[in-house]
Structures are given as structure tokens and as C-alpha cells.
């Protein structure tokens, strides 16, 4: 499964604006709280990181120098 | 259509007003819908309606001269946005767009005026809210040497890089600018701007190096 956008439950208030601005369905709002969904469409815009109001979905990158890739 | 007093109420302009009076200005505000994408106002265009976000989110952003759209300032819902023109009577200072489907109430510019002069505590609502606004420019315009904050985020990247052994690091845009003392969103055009000059290439989920001299060169590290 690939990697999705990182959701914290404690954080998460439910308001739903990380739904609204996924472009993809990658997010849905299920029992109040935002869930990942695994989607091929998901390309990491990480909008909804930048919407949220409570800091409870991020987008973590990994920083790499291309040497080290094999 | 008029609003429902129920949406103004959480609108800072009419902070502390009775519900007869948010009724009365109720009268003045529409409601607006618009879809994912829906540009609601274009930089330079003569500033007519003052909007609050009920729902959903709304971006203010600029566009470049080499059409690169720069987003400025997230609208979520309970904020207003294109203030300062309308209130001075001037041209839209930015384009903003929605960023899913949204809802809006508007109110225009000489409808305003009157709901001003009717109400004086609209008056001193609306000298807070710009209040809250300068203070936020201000703490931009000290961020504003976008080079500087461009090598500090070069910086991070050249300290969080794995060497590849063991676990690569990993890092949100949020937690690069909380470390930078910037705005998330100057981060993220930092790193389209290093992008843009080669020094890294953005892959989903992976930022990589791809030129650590000219990262190095940013970043000020000789």
C-alpha cells in the first residue's frame, strides 16, 4: 500500500475542509473524523496539510541526495 | 437571497450585535455558491463585494508574469477576504479561487457603507479585524527577503538528507517552516523555486537532491 497523508485522530475536529479541497478522494469523513483512503490519484499536493485549522493531517516528505538512490 | 443571521453571527465584522440587528443587515448579505476551482475575484479588478467563507476554503493567491500562481493566504470559513480594497475603495489586490466547493455570503461595497454608518459597532469590529491584518503583514514583510528564507529551507534539506544508511528523515512543510520561523506557504515556494533551478526535484512524497553544490550555494555553505 502506498504511502498516504498522515492523519492524527486526537487532532482531527471532523470540520471536513481537508475533504473539500482533495481532488482526488483520497480523504473521507467517516464517524466525524478523516480517514486516508489509498488512491492512484493521490499525488501529494498536500493541500490538505495546508487547510487544516488543527494541525491533525500532514504530508511528511523524505529528503534524499540522488547517490544514495540504487 | 438574504442569509441566515445563524452564518453572520460567527463573521468578526459582526461580532456582539443582537440578532435584530444581524437580521437587519441580513438584508444586505447574499449567498454564494461556487465549485472547486471557481476564480471569485482577479487581481487589479475593481473591488465591488466584500466576502466571508461560510464553507469550505478559499485561496488568495497572485499570479507571476510567467503565469507561476503563488498562494498568499488560506481563507477557511468565519474569515473574510478583499477587505482593504473594498473599504478603500481601490482594485483587487489579489485573485482568490475556490479550493473545493464553497460557500460564500457577500455583501457589496456600498451596502457596507451603510451598514457602517448605521451600526458604529461594525466600525470598531472592522478596525480589529484590519488590526489582526496589519500585524500579519508586518510578520511577512520581516520574511519578505524571499531569497533569505529560500536558503534556510536549502539549509534544511542539505541537514535532513539520509546518507543513505538506515531510516531517511523525513519532514512536513509545516514542521521545515515552524523550524525556519517562516509561513508554510513560503516554504512551499521555496521549493518549487529550488526546483526551478535544478537543485532538487519534488517526486509525491520524496524531495530529492539532486545538484548538493548548488544546494550548498544557496543554502550559503561554502
Known amino acids: 500500500m502506498r504511502e498516504m497523508p498522515l492523519i492524527d485522530r486526537d487532532k482531527c475536529q471532523g470540520c471536513g475542509l481537508c475533504v473539500s479541497v482533495c481532488a482526488c478522494g483520497a480523504l473521507v469523513l467517516v464517524d466525524n473524523a478523516v480517514k486516508a483512503v489509498d488512491v492512484d490519484e493521490c499525488r501529494w499536493c498536500t493541500l490538505c496539510e495546508l487547510v487544516c485549522p488543527n494541525g491533525a493531517i500532514s504530508c511528511p516528505f523524505e529528503i534524499i541526495i540522488e547517490d544514495d538512490r540504487a | ?222
Open chain 2, 1 to 222: 437571497m438574504t442569509v441566515q443571521v445563524e452564518s453572520l453571527k460567527s463573521v468578526p465584522y459582526f461580532s456582539g450585535l443582537s440578532e435584530s440587528v444581524l437580521s437587519s443587515i441580513g438584508k444586505h448579505v447574499f449567498e454564494k455558491k461556487v465549485e472547486r476551482g471557481e476564480i471569485l475575484i482577479l487581481e487589479g479588478e475593481p473591488a465591488e463585494v466584500l466576502y466571508f467563507v461560510v464553507a469550505g476554503v478559499v485561496k488568495v493567491f497572485k499570479t507571476s508574469a510567467d503565469g507561476k500562481e503563488q498562494i498568499f493566504h488560506i481563507i477557511r470559513p468565519g474569515e473574510s477576504f478583499n477587505d482593504v480594497p473594498v473599504l478603500s475603495g481601490g482594485v483587487n489586490l489579489v485573485s482568490a479561487g475556490a479550493m473545493g466547493a464553497v460557500v460564500l455570503n457577500g455583501i457589496k461595497k456600498k451596502d457596507l457603507e451603510n451598514v457602517i454608518k448605521e451600526y458604529p459597532q461594525v466600525s470598531l469590529n472592522i478596525i480589529q479585524v484590519l488590526s489582526r491584518r496589519v500585524q500579519e503583514l508586518v510578520a511577512l514583510v520581516e520574511d519578505f527577503s524571499f531569497r533569505h528564507v529560500t536558503g534556510r529551507v536549502a539549509k534544511i534539506l542539505l541537514e535532513y538528507a539520509g546518507d543513505g544508511t538506515g531510516e531517511r528523515p523525513r519532514l512536513t512543510q509545516q514542521e521545515m517552516a515552524a523550524m525556519i520561523g517562516t509561513a508554510r506557504e513560503m516554504v512551499g515556494r521555496s521549493l518549487k523555486s529550488l526546483e526551478g533551478e535544478g537543485a532538487i526535484r519534488m517526486e509525491r512524497n520524496r524531495i530529492i537532491i539532486t545538484n548538493q553544490k548548488a544546494l550548498r550555494e544557496i543554502a550559503g555553505i561554502i
